[in-house]
């Protein structure tokens, strides 16, 4: 028999009103569970609060499993709700609430009780594994960019004005792979500050770069660091339009002459049709693009390029450079 294109609403109806985290989990989606929210362990981006999910990084948000299963599968109408009926899964509670999926209100404050002093993890994560200049993680312990915490993640901290301000927001990188699941744990924590990222100046920036990750962004670095100099680097943790505008204003509120903003993102099609995107929302006189030649990603490039790159300690070791380079935050 094909595929069926009419389904009764009855079975509309019993759909409807399936749990949706019941039946993601059921399908192996992980979450993990964040005051009232809970994220995806691998799309961090992805937040599910009651039947409620919202994809900030991809600007998606809707209501309920039949819309989720149309937009994160791929599905039909009537395959989502044939789909969701065969399973065994959880109805939702008629008192249950269905509130938006926002943003938090409430002013950022930084867990610092769960740093540790031990470094060592995430070092032999970020240099053995990742293939980042060793130099250049002392750098960013030094600084208090980075930090360790209690589960041995990399915590990347946002800080404001180009690594220099206060930290507004943070995000976690997993050290350890996720048992039958693809890469490791990544979060970023609940902040008041959604379209602003990871952040560091090299020089007095009169560009800003953007990239897909903290990982990405410091491997580009570590490639670059011979060329690299007077620009913003800036992880979006994803591919975010509203990032790019934000960084480019508040850059020039702090008396920054931003004349180009390079997408370093992926070589892969999500990162195409965003330069795309953006090349047609922002003067292209100000877009450049770099993705990597030979790759998918900067962290891939790096590893493969890793014994031809000179180390970052040579732009570290310059006395000019690390003035210009000091975070008095």
Do not use: C
Not at 4 to 25: P, Q
Not at 125 to 144: A, C, H, P, T
Not at 277 to 304: R, Y
Request: glycine share 8%; aromatic share 8%; charged share 30%.
């Amino acid at each position: 028999m094909g595929e069926r294109k009419h389904v009764k609403e009855e079975e509309v109806m019993k759909a409807r009103d399936i749990d949706l985290l019941s039946y993601l989990e059921a399908k192996g989606e992980t979450f993990v569970k964040e005051g009232k929210y809970y994220r995806h362990t691998e799309h961090d981006s992805l937040l599910i609060k009651g039947n409620m999910y919202a994809w900030n990084s991809r600007n998606e948000t809707g209501y309920g499993a039949i819309s989720f299963a149309q937009m994160y599968y791929g599905m039909s109408f009537p395959q989502a709700v044939l789909d969701i009926n065969k399973g065994d899964y959880k109805e939702l509670s008629q008192s249950h609430e269905q509130p938006s999926v926002s943003s938090s209100k409430e002013p950022f404050r930084y867990p610092k009780e769960l740093e540790v002093k031990d470094q060592s993890k995430i070092k032999d994560y970020l240099i053995k594994e990742r293939k980042i200049d060793s130099r250049l993680v002392d750098w960013l312990l030094q600084k208090d960019l980075i930090a360790q915490d209690k589960r041995n993640n990399v915590v990347f901290k946002w800080r404001e004005h180009g690594g220099k301000g206060k930290v507004i927001g943070a995000d976690r990188q997993g050290t350890a792979s996720i048992k039958n699941k693809r890469g490791s744990f990544k979060q970023v924590l609940p902040n008041d500050n959604p379209h602003t990222g990871f952040s560091v100046d090299v020089g007095r920036p009169n560009k800003i770069h953007f990239f897909e990750s903290p990982i990405d962004l410091l491997s580009y670095w570590s490639i670059q660091e011979n060329s690299l100099q007077n620009t913003r680097l800036i992880s979006m943790n994803g591919l975010k339009p509203k990032t790019v505008a934000q960084s480019y204003i508040e850059a020039r509120k702090e008396g920054l002459g931003i004349k180009e903003m390079v997408l370093a993102v992926d070589n892969d099609q999500g990162g195409k049709e965003f330069i795309d995107k953006m090349n047609q929302i922002v003067n292209a006189d100000l877009i450049k693009a770099d993705i990597p030649k030979g790759a998918k990603d900067w962290n891939e490039e790096l590893k493969k390029n890793g014994k031809t790159i000179q180390p970052v300690a040579s732009r570290l070791r310059n006395k000019q450079t690390e003035q210009e380079l000091s975070m008095n935050g």
